[in-house]
């Protein structure tokens, strides 16, 4: 199993080096758990914010596909006065606290399968600084995934903003990928008109 891991993860680019070493992405330990029929189930999302802070909080249970029996559970919090995610709309905020519970389920079970495929038993998610370690087309995998998410046209004039700004810091952060971001938010509110 950790081998099948580590070639999934490394030809999916699911993994971020930081500091040296490998963390994978929640998708990687949903591949892992995967391929023992343990998939994960958001029970409980909670808002705690206030007038200076967007705050969620998130639990995820670990299910085992073949009895439905709970295997684990992960908790996690998300805040826009995090480094990384200050700036972020509130279904950013939300659906991060449930990603980093969904990694925590699954670490708390599996993270000794992740270890013996070359990876920390930490998920990339759990670690600061995980953006400036991302190569320019991880970075652009997951700018593409939060435009896709997207309901409204307001989110993605946000979106387009945000990219425009500032042109050349943006390309220097996405590189040959930027164009191709702009032109993705743009046929995106072609088609919502």
């Known amino acids: 199993m950790a081998v099948v891991l580590k070639a999934h993860v490394v030809k999916s680019e699911l993994y971020t080096n930081i500091k040296g070493k490998n963390y994978a992405h929640v998708e990687g330990w949903q591949f892992a758990g995967g391929l023992l029929g343990l998939y994960p189930k958001v029970t409980k999302v909670i808002s705690l914010s206030n007038d200076k802070e967007i705050k969620w909080f998130a639990k995820v249970n670990v299910v085992d596909k073949k009895n439905k029996e709970v295997v684990s559970t992960g908790y996690a919090l998300c805040s826009n006065k995090e480094q990384n995610r200050k700036g972020f709309d509130e279904y950013a905020i939300l ?3 449930q990603t980093r519970a969904i990694g925590k389920a699954y670490r708390n079970i599996l993270g000794w399968v992740m270890k013996l495929s070359g990876y920390e038993s930490t998920p990339a998610e ?3 600084g ?10 652009y995998i997951k700018a593409t995934q939060m435009i896709d998410a997207c309901k409204s046209v307001d989110q993605l004039k ?10 050349k810091g943006q390309k220097k952060i996405y590189g040959e990928n930027y164009d191709n971001l702009i032109k993705r938010i743009d046929d995106r509110l072609k088609k919502s008109k």
């Not at 995980?130 to 970075?139: G, P, V």
């Open 130 to 139: 995980r953006e400036e370690s991302l190569t320019d087309n991880q970075r």
């Open 158 to 167: 946000k979106w387009k903003e945000k990219f425009t700004v500032n042109v």
């Open 95 to 97: 659906s991060m606290a």
């Open 126 to 128: 759990e670690m600061n």
